[in-house]
Nanobody, 121 residues
């Protein structure tokens, strides 16, 4: 199986920065897309950003120019650098990793446990 461990959330003032990390472990054969989602109270989970194995990225309009996703393929880790944070960025952030694992190269689609990001205005 594949496990994801997130870190880096917390409380920050508006205009501040935070960096989230998400490390995947287990009998991983390959990692494909890695992404970050968030869910604010009373709202549906939404895609924040995604990065392919080749490094192509896509961002939600609301975070373009402020957030940057990156990955370290050697460590099976994805990062989210969040700058110029706003109160509306407050949410639980979840990482998502897709790939294959095990001797049979079965597909996996795993989620992190979630990390709270709170931006005070």
């Amino acid at each position: 199986q594949v496990q994801l461990v997130e870190s880096g959330g917390g409380l920050v003032q508006a205009g501040g920065s935070l960096r989230l990390s998400c490390a995947a472990s287990g009998n991983i054969f390959s990692v494909n897309a890695m992404g970050w989602y968030r869910q604010a109270p009373g709202k549906q989970r939404e895609l924040v950003t995604i990065i392919t194995r080749g490094g192509s990225t896509n961002y939600a309009e609301s975070v373009k120019g402020r957030f940057t996703i990156s990955r370290d393929n050697a460590k099976n880790t994805v990062y989210l650098q969040m700058n110029s944070l706003k109160a509306e960025d407050t949410a639980v952030y979840y990482c998502n990793v897709q790939g294959t694992y095990g001797f049979a190269h079965e597909e996996f689609n795993s989620w992190g446990q979630g990390t709270q990001v709170t931006v005070s205005s």
